[in-house]
């Protein structure tokens, strides 16, 4: 099983959960992130085996990346392959690969169910693996011959197999035994488990979640 978490947005603890998850999203610097923290999350994952993924998203670091954008799909295509070209320049320079990516935010959902923005971002990522939920996106990933991985979430709350949108109540799990409890409920149908790096108690979480899956012996490893 694979634990991932959201990296290099310059709020959150970013080389202690580098010891805790097997994969990083890394923020490509449209909705966060900079030359800066990128080399950082990169030079420390390479020191430490952890794989190091795009996490590509609007250009909206007004909002996080949060607001839904109705961008041209060659403008989105171009914005996609921007951000996954700067990540892999600089984590090459300091010695490991992009090994996949993940949108982000607002980009996350709408393609899920907006085939023209998913083939941009397809479009625009290469032939790199991608990570997300069912949807478009994988589908259309799937049909193209690329590998797909079915995301889970630790700390959100779900309805269905749909995330429960962050503006309603609950939306957003912050017990750490509550959210360690739904990591490994999610093993049964995920291939890897998120805990987002935004989140006030993110390591704590993640360091839960972690515990929780090695001790139902889970072995944790990046597929990619």
Same mark, same amino acid.
């Given at each position: %099983?694979?634990?991932?978490?959201?990296?290099?947005?310059? @709020?959150?603890?970013?080389?202690?959960?580098?010891?805790?998850?097997?994969?990083?999203?890394? &923020?490509?610097?449209?909705? &966060?992130?900079?030359?800066?923290? %990128?080399?950082?999350?990169?030079?420390?994952?390479?020191?430490?085996? $952890? &794989?190091?993924?795009?996490?590509?998203? !609007?250009?909206?670091?007004?909002?996080?990346?949060?607001? =839904?954008?109705?961008?041209?799909?060659?403008?989105?295509?171009? /914005? $996609? =392959?921007? /951000?996954?070209?700067?990540?892999?320049?600089?984590?090459?320079?300091?010695?490991?690969?992009?090994?996949?990516?993940?949108?982000?935010?607002?980009?996350?959902?709408?393609?899920?169910?907006?085939?023209? /923005?998913?083939? =941009?971002?397809?479009?625009?990522?290469?032939?790199?693996?991608?990570?997300?939920?069912?949807?478009?996106?994988?589908?259309?990933?799937?049909?193209?011959? +690329?590998?797909? !991985?079915?995301?889970?979430?630790?700390?959100?709350?779900?309805?269905?197999?749909?995330?429960?949108?962050?503006?309603?109540?609950?939306?957003?799990?912050?017990?750490?035994?509550?959210?360690?409890?739904?990591?490994?409920?999610?093993?049964?149908?995920?291939?890897?488990?998120? @805990?987002?790096?935004?989140?006030?108690?993110?390591?704590?979480? =993640?360091?839960?979640? +972690?515990?929780?899956?090695?001790?139902?012996?889970?072995?944790?490893?990046?597929?990619?």
């Amino acid at each position: %099983m694979d634990l991932n978490a959201d990296l290099g947005e310059e @709020v959150t603890d970013d080389a202690s959960l580098l010891t805790l998850v097997t994969s990083a999203n890394v &923020a490509c610097g449209y909705h &966060a992130g900079t030359p800066v923290t %990128m080399r950082a999350v990169c030079a420390e994952a390479a020191r430490l085996g $952890v &794989a190091v993924g795009a996490q590509v998203s !609007y250009a909206d670091r007004e909002n996080f990346g949060r607001v =839904a954008r109705d961008v041209p799909s060659d403008l989105l295509t171009e /914005q $996609v =392959a921007d /951000q996954v070209g700067a990540l892999s320049a600089i984590a090459g320079e300091e010695g490991v690969a992009v090994s996949y990516i993940k949108a982000h935010g607002a980009l996350y959902h709408r393609v899920r169910e907006d085939a023209e /923005q998913a083939a =941009a971002v397809l479009a625009g990522s290469g032939h790199l693996p991608v990570l997300g939920q069912h949807g478009v996106l994988l589908d259309l990933a799937v049909g193209a011959g +690329r590998a797909t !991985y079915w995301e889970g979430f630790a700390d959100r709350a779900y309805r269905g197999d749909t995330l429960v949108p962050r503006d309603e109540p609950g939306a957003l799990i912050e017990d750490v035994v509550a959210i360690a409890a739904q990591a490994v409920e999610l093993v049964r149908k995920a291939d890897s488990i998120c @805990v987002h790096g935004d989140s006030p108690n993110a390591v704590e979480a =993640a360091r839960a979640v +972690r515990r929780a899956l090695t001790d139902a012996g889970i072995e944790l490893v990046a597929p990619w």
